[in-house]
């Protein structure tokens, strides 16, 4: 959903905004390994503790650029302030109707969280998903809250 929204957000925002320097790793996992991994979790037993992590890791602002990049996108990457940035998620939000994007994952975010210190469990490379979806991803917005509303999940 991550990944898509931000393709989405590129498409159709005149800029793209990146909390401080975007250079804290991420490690994007593919929805299939993904699968797997809560797969192979559940068949291990309880309290089983694993990263679910892809085989690639790159900065938050060269991610954000390969889905630029990928998607032909032409609106600048402008770095702004972590509190800046929640309070332009926290708007974008409200017009999504949507939590896009919370202070507490933003400051996850630039404090390293989405990478895994053990070895990559995911199988399939980021690049090489992105290249095959550069014509679907992000052509709608995945709203999160709607998901789960509407699958009777609560979030709270």
């Known amino acids: 959903m991550l990944v898509n929204n931000i393709a989405w ?5 005149p800029v793209f905004a990146v909390p401080g320097s ?21 068949r291990a037993g309880p309290n089983v503790v694993i990263d679910a992590a892809g085989p690639e890791t790159m900065a938050f602002a060269e991610l954000v650029a390969r889905i630029r990049h990928a998607i032909g996108a032409r609106a600048p990457i402008v770095h702004v302030p972590a509190p800046i940035m929640a ?8 017009l999504m109707r949507d939590v896009v994007l919370t202070a507490d994952e933003i400051d996850g975010l630039m404090a390293g969280l989405l990478v895994s210190h053990s070895p990559p469990l995911g199988q399939i490379p980021f690049s090489k998903w992105l290249g095959h979806s550069t014509t679907s991803i992000g052509r709608s917005y995945a ?14």
């Open 87 to 94: 309070l332009a998620a926290r708007a974008l939000g409200v």
């Open 22 to 42: 975007g250079g804290y790793p991420v490690q994007p996992v593919h929805i299939e390994d993904l699968a797997r991994l809560c797969t192979d979790a559940a």
């Open 143 to 156: 709203n999160e809250l709607q998901r789960h509303f509407a699958s009777g999940i609560n979030i709270a």
């Open 9 to 13: 957000i590129r498409r159709r925002m």
